[in-house]
């Protein structure tokens, strides 16, 4: 048998003819390195001898890689995500960094710079690019009041401040959640007492969306209450304190 390993298949199928034999394709595979329609393997090998009208048996490299499903690697480390990759017959694209709790874990992944969601279908050798947490940021801010903001608006001043929606909980008739308004958000820019609140990038906001445009009212705050704390202290002067003997 003529050896052909490494012949395309139109040269192979030119010697085997020429030998004497038939030919039949039995298998492709695909390797990047190889040429398309590259001859990776025979049966017989080469120079066995054989009857002359013998099938000999090819597998050829495919011209086009085949598609293969993402894995999901959301929430895996960085070095865990990539070997997955390769597992898949995917290579690692770019990394990119973004302020989050979830520290050198992966938040998301890119195929041509568009997230990909996992089962999805690409060529084989394609690259997936991988968005890791690194961490919450050392910047402390009051926290944003998007009270009456789009929700467009207040996604790129969060965006531009690192700071991430875990929630995004729009009314029943909203349609186009980019131009809905936000009339609740979780945490709000004060706590109860008046005092304002702090984020730092990678930490997460909750907001609710609704059609209409919410009436901007002032905060309201709890009034620490003076007369209760001077009337407890009135009582106290009245019926003495029971810890203290007066008497000698």
Not at 33 to 57: A, G, N
């Amino acid at each position: 048998v003529p050896p052909v390993l490494g012949k395309t298949l139109t040269q192979a199928q030119e010697i085997l003819d020429k030998a004497g034999f038939t030919v039949e394709i039995q298998d492709s595979v695909y390797i990047d390195t190889l040429k398309p329609f590259q001859v990776v393997r025979q049966v017989p090998d080469e120079y066995e001898v054989v009857k002359s009208s013998r099938t000999i048996y090819l597998t050829v490299n495919r011209g086009m890689p085949p598609l293969i499903e993402v894995p999901n690697v959301m929430g895996y480390s960085l070095r865990n995500a990539e070997m997955v990759l390769i597992n898949a017959h995917l290579k690692l694209g770019d990394t990119t960094f973004r302020p989050d709790f979830a520290k050198n874990s992966v938040l998301e992944q890119l195929y041509n710079g568009v997230p990909i969601q996992p089962g999805a279908k690409v060529r084989q050798g394609s690259a997936i690019s991988l968005v890791i947490g690194n961490g919450l940021g050392g910047a402390v801010m009051g926290v944003p009041n998007l009270v009456g903001m789009t929700f467009a608006e207040a996604k790129a001043l969060l965006d531009s401040n690192g700071i991430m929606l875990a929630s995004v909980i729009p009314a029943a008739d909203v349609k186009d959640q980019e131009s809905a308004f936000i009339y609740r958000q979780n945490p709000d820019r004060f706590d109860e007492e008046g005092n304002l609140r702090t984020i730092r990038p990678g930490q997460v906001l909750d907001i609710w969306l609704s059609v209409e445009q919410p009436e901007i009212k002032p905060p309201t705050f709890k009034k620490k209450s003076i007369d209760n704390s001077l009337k407890d202290e009135n009582e106290e002067e009245k019926t003495g304190d029971p810890s203290k003997d007066t008497t000698q």
